[in-house]
């Protein structure tokens, strides 16, 4: 069975800094897929990344860039210059590539707050 | 084009009562998805549909949940007798193919609370 851990429910990052969103994950496959999806208080789940597992760089895109260190199972997710616009839930999420098991396994989430 | 589309986007419904929830994915997505996410927790499988393949059903809660994909295109979960603890985010995404990386498109979902 997968398993994806997000240890911190809440976090807190000044305008224009960079933070770090911790994602571990579990799995017993060899192919797998793991995604980023951002939560704005609108509802909408927003992709943000994407890293496969046999992918040798991290994944990045724009100000996005996703930490892959497979040894230790994580996936942290960065976000360089954070804006305001940045305050929302962030789900971790992975998926089995090989078979037909394709459905997502989430995280529980992290709320970020971007400050002034 | 149109993105996945839900309705209704709010259901208030008494406890014991029937609901149906409707799901229009993105024309041409052979995958469709359904996931709930209750109250500051993360997203939870329910059923996905691949074609015309079986669903697969092995995140339905219970006997009181079920869904329907007609046409290969709109889908309609159906959630009977409904408890309290049933009230959630019901989320609905589609993708061009189940295989693969491909990308899991959201629809904005339908906030259900059961009274």
């Known amino acids: 069975a997968q398993k994806i851990t997000q240890t911190q429910p809440g976090m807190f990052v000044q305008e224009k800094e960079a933070v770090t969103l911790d994602c571990t994950y579990d799995t017993s496959d060899q192919s797998y897929g793991l995604f980023w999806y951002k939560q704005p208080s609108s509802g909408e789940m927003i992709f943000l990344i994407y890293q496969g597992s046999y992918d040798e760089q991290n994944a990045t895109e724009g100000r996005y860039s996703l930490n892959f260190q497979k040894a230790r199972k994580s996936a942290n997710l960065v976000i360089s210059a954070s804006q305001l616009g940045d305050s929302a839930m962030y789900f971790c999420?992975?998926?089995?590539?090989?078979?037909?098991?394709?459905?997502?396994?989430f995280g529980t989430g992290t709320r970020l707050q971007v400050t002034l | 084009g149109a993105g996945v589309s839900q309705s209704p986007s709010n259901k208030v419904t008494e406890k014991g009562k029937d609901v149906e929830l409707r799901c229009d994915p993105i024309?041409?997505?052979?995958?469709l998805y359904w996931y709930r996410q209750s109250l500051g927790q993360g997203l939870e499988f329910l059923i996905y549909f691949q074609g015309n393949s079986a669903p697969d059903k092995s995140g339905l809660p219970s006997d009181r949940f079920s869904a329907e994909r007609t046409g290969g295109s709109v889908s309609t979960l159906t959630i009977q007798r409904t408890q309290q603890e049933d009230s959630a985010v019901y989320l609905c995404a589609s993708t061009i193919t189940a295989g693969g990386p491909s990308l899991q498109y959201f629809g904005p979902g339908t906030r259900l609370t059961v009274t």
């Open positions: 999420a992975m998926r089995e590539l090989d078979g037909t098991a394709s459905k997502l396994t």
């Open positions: 024309s041409g997505h052979t995958a």
